[in-house]
């Protein structure tokens, strides 16, 4: 039925349900309704115009009535066959997206949210929350009244449809069925048999009023539901005459728009158009003539290119080239008679790189293999007779190579740069070997055995003269990088400027903007823009300019000046600009930057294949060990050569090359093992021989530690001995203090001074020496304390015995080396790197060896007397006559003592050392007082200790230096208890 179908939602506001209109609604509580099309639009009023129904807005066809209508509204909405109205049914000639879409809230409204409530709700909770409990509790009369109303109507709707047959309400009701036909309209009335009757006809009216009953309570339910969708009815009906008015007013707008369009296109675009197109086909024409004139520059490219070259001028004539493509890609593409040139020019320009790096590699081999000593470190000698020098030519290559970006051309100089380094040594080797009648270069082919056969001072001239050669290669290198990093710093200065320029222009300089001319407009940029027929856009534009500007000139004049015109003044434009011309091929300033790297890069390369080539003539001649065996007079000088050849190449090449270095270090390590071997074993040899006894001091070795204390660690020369030379001294002079020596220890001051004169000589063996040094220091300490304290010298020697006065005199020997330790110390450290001070703990060992083996030289003395006294006193009787024979052999042994130690040793060691004596007499005679029960009573036997004591201290006292030396009777006697 039509009560269950429904329409779009329409909103409802106001109480009870019944929409407000729209002009009553407030404007901030209630949303305007959606408005719908209209099916039955009111009749057009105003002007004689009408809507159409046709879809042009121009033209306007037969008028739309109420007549054209086809479907009665009230049969469509009383449709008893459809389950449910058609949601589109008001919609449906426009579409469904129509009625979908939604529709997009107005932008003069504010977006009002329920946030914009929230004070007001707050406000009014509290009285909307009795207000509903009042509606529970009292509930309003007329809503009663009107709710039991429409109650009572919808009850008795109801029960009238009730009286309704069920069958009229079935979906499947079909008349044409005979049964539903005769279910409705029973036969058995009409078809009696005795024909109709009264009763017949009373029946037949009875059915015809009930059916009608029926009829009239379905059409008066329908006709409720209708009247309750009114509203929402007459509502769309209103939103569709609004939509028919406004479509009217496009309509007029429409038709205005495409009248003026068309006046404008009749009126003002047909003729200036034309005058336009005539005005670039006479522009076209002239261009077309300006590429025939670049055509003819063009032509004479080849010809131009082989002249250029004929010259060395190879950065002009890639230039040319690189211009000439340029036109070619640009303004004379597609040309069908220059459709070889590219290629052709291509090759050329490879030939020309091939042509740049044989010169360049040709100059590098000329350049190291000349004769250094006679010629200049830059060629002048000329290979071209239209070279001005060969500086130049090696600038135009330079420039020419990295126009072409061929930044690979130090590669080639570095391996023409090697071989020349080996051809030095070659040549050198056997000019030589030309001076020198023993060796037969016939026979001994090979360069390494030649130089085998050489003697020292032979090898020394053949070094100097590969250390000058090498020095004279190095310069020869500088001054040709200097002059391929001058090339390379003048295009970097030229790439600078050009930016310089650029950035100018971008900025848009006054000057620069005069000499462009005036820009065109922006519609008359783009006018000419999509206008132009021609073949290049910018053309159009450039013409545009001109036409501006009034000055007209050919678009194509400066390239056919970079492509043609005479060759004399192609090649007489510098280097420099036509190197800035060309900036789209040119390496960057990184790239330049590596390049200015790569040539110090080269230079240290150079430095370090000079060193290794001096290096392979140095392990050649040292492979049979003949460096080994060179004396230390030899070496030193071989060393000083070497460091001054490093020094000088450092210098020249600030780098410091370790190879040659290395490999002197190497030497000098094998020099340093034997130099400390044979002095090792010349010092065993004589230690072994030593008979320790004291030794005459030549003058020599008074004069060599005087040097020492002057503070000259090195070995003076020797003199021609003449009549009046000094005698030879008892003692040692050191700081004025005599020391009693062996003649080892003489001969081992002699030997630290050649360590120390050698590390004068050969600094880089500091380390090496000290360590040799020191175990030589420890080999003499071990080996005296076995030979005097082990008593090893009673085998080695032959000794009888080993006295009091070895003892001393070794004592005294190792007191005079560790003298000279701090002095040995101080010398090496100022030859150390501060990193190496840690070798110095050595020499702090060896000190408390030496200072640990002297005490123990001391103490031996000591225990001799004390083992003395054990044995003298053990027989002591306290018995007349006095003195008594025991304190007589102890006064005896105690003068032969100190007669021993007193020449040998200082008094002050003396002292102490007869101090430590006498403690231990006081302590073997107390022991021995102590068993005998002598005590301190003044008794006979007191009076005779007294009397052997006193005479003790006298006899003692009578010694050099010994005389506050006593026996104190307190510290002898035990207290009486």
Known sequence: MASSHGSSPVPRGGRGGVCLKERDAPPARCRSARSLPDVCPKEPTGGGRGLCDGPSVVAEHDRWTVYSSKVNLPAALNDPRLAKRESDFFTKTWGLDFAETEVMPSFYLPNVTREHFAPYLQETAQKERIHERCKTICPNKDDVDAASSVDASHEKSRAELEQVPKIFMRPEFALEDSATFNSVLPWSHFNSAAGKSSRDVASSKLLQEKLSHYLDVVEVSIARQISLRSEAFFHAMSSQHELQDRLQETQRAVAVLRGRTAAIDRIMCRGPLQALRTALTRNNCARLHNKLKLMAAVH????????????????????????????????????????HLGSQLCELEKLIDKMMVEDFSMYARSDLNRSLRDEPLVLEKVHRPNADSQKERLESLVFGLLRQRKLDFLDIYGDEMILAAKAIVSQCVAENVLNIEDIDTEVITKLADQMRLMTFPQLFELLKNIFESFLLFLQTIKATLSVIKGVVLEVLASNQRLRLLEAGAGSGAPDQEAQRGPPLPQGEAELAYLTHEGLFISDALNDARQQAAREPSPPGGRGAEAAGGDPAGTSSVGRETSYMSGDAAMPTDLELNRVINNLQELLHTASDVSHDRCVKVLTARAKDGSLERLSSAEFVCLSRAVEAFVGDTEELCSRRSVSLRGALQSQANRFVHRFHDERKTKLSLLMDNERWKQAEVPAEFQDLVDSIAEGRMELPERKVPGPEDRKPADFLLVNGQKYAVVGTVLLLIRIFLEYCQCVNDIPSIATDMLTRLSDLLKHFNSRSCQLVLGAGALQVVGLKTITTKNLALASRC?????????????????????????????????????????????????????????????????????????????????????????????????????LRINGSFKTHLKRQLARLGVVNDGGPQHGLVGVDVAFYTENVQALKSLDRLDLNMAEIWEQKR
């Open 300 to 339: 004479q490219t080849q010809p131009t290119v082989q002249l250029l070259l004929s010259t060395s001028e190879f950065v002009g004539a890639l230039e040319l080239i690189s211009t000439t493509k340029e036109v070619l890609q640009q303004e004379l593409q597609g040309i069908h008679s220059f459709r």
């Open 814 to 914: 190792l007191q005079l080396v560790v003298h000279y330790i701090p002095v040995i110390r101080g010398h090496f450290e100022t030859k150390l790197q501060p990193k190496q001070y840690s070798v110095l703990r050595h020499f702090d060992h060896i000190t408390k060896d030496y200072n640990d083996h002297v005490a123990e030289i001391s103490a031996k003395l000591v225990a001799i007397m004390d083992g003395l006294f054990e044995k003298v006193l053990s027989k002591y009787e306290v018995k007349a006559p006095m003195p008594s024979a025991c304190f007589r052999n102890v006064c005896k042994q105690m003068a032969k003592m100190h007669e021993a130690i007193s020449e040998l040793l200082p008094e002050e060691q003396t002292q102490m050392l007869f």
